[in-house]
Every structure is written in C-alpha cells, then in structure tokens.
C-alpha cells in the first residue's frame, strides 16, 4: 500500500430507508454524534427499493464503499421488505465478488430509528473497514 492509499478518504454511499436508518441518521445528528462527512447518504422509501443496479453504478461513479441501512427484520413499515432486501443483497455480493470487488465493500446494516448512536458507530466501522480495504479501482467509469 503506498502513501496516498494510506491517506485516502474513502467515499462511502448509504442508502437508508426513509422509516429508520435515516431516522437514525437524524436522531445522530440532532445528539451531536460524530461520523466521517465522507459518508453521503441517499434517503429512499425502503432498502428493498434500492435496485442492485444502483450499487453497482455507484462503484462505477467512484464509491469505494456501499452501505445499504434498512429497518430490523419484522420491523419494516412495508412489512416484508427487508426480507426482500436481505435475500437480494445475498445475491448481490456474490455478484461483486465475481466482479473482482472485495465483498467487504459492500454491507447492509440494520438500523432502527432510536439507535442514533448505532448508526454513528455503524458509519464509522464501515469507513474503517474501507479505509483499511484502499482505493476501489474496479468498475471505475473512465473519464
């Protein structure tokens, strides 16, 4: 690992369901709970409508790693979403994998609206884990 590969600052992409993690995501910040700013998060309705395809285009528009958060199994405002986003995601990382992208890259997490703290420690984790994981160079669009 060079220098600048030491240094980096990964950028993370979390998509959050509107109902908990990002909920999380609010109740962190409104408790002043610290978490890297290089974590951009993407609010959606369910994790189960983050399409696999939008995982993958955000590695190629240069994420070094990707979050989805989603409510607890069984605790989901759409009732079986998370299921759903469960068995996806399983799949998806075997697909990653077969792509040449180190699976650790890409996580779901399980976050309810009171867990302000977890979502902040969650964050933190994961940028260290991708931090140590280097520079994603796989499926970069070249520009």
């Not at 220098?3 to 950028?11: A, F, G, S």
């Not at 609010?26 to 959606?44: C, H, K, Q, W």
Request: net charge positive; glycine share 8%.
């Amino acid at each position: 690992m060079s220098v600048n590969e030491k240094e980096h600052t990964p950028l993370i992409v979390a998509f959050c369901c509107n109902w908990c993690s990002y909920a999380g995501a609010d109740l962190a910040g409104t408790s002043r709970m610290s978490y890297p700013t290089n974590v951009r998060i993407v609010r959606v309705p369910c994790s189960s409508r983050v399409n696999p395809s939008f995982i993958i285009r955000a590695f190629q528009r240069g994420a070094d790693g990707v979050l989805v958060a989603g409510c607890h199994p069984g605790d989901c405002h759409y009732h079986s979403g998370n299921f759903f986003t469960r068995r996806r995601f399983t799949v998806l990382k075997r697909t990653l994998e077969f792509l040449g992208i180190e699976p650790e890259r890409f996580q779901v997490r399980w976050i309810s609206g009171s867990e302000g703290a977890k979502f902040a420690t969650v964050m933190n984790n994961v940028t260290e884990e991708i931090k140590n994981l280097g520079p994603n160079r796989k499926l970069r669009d070249v520009r």
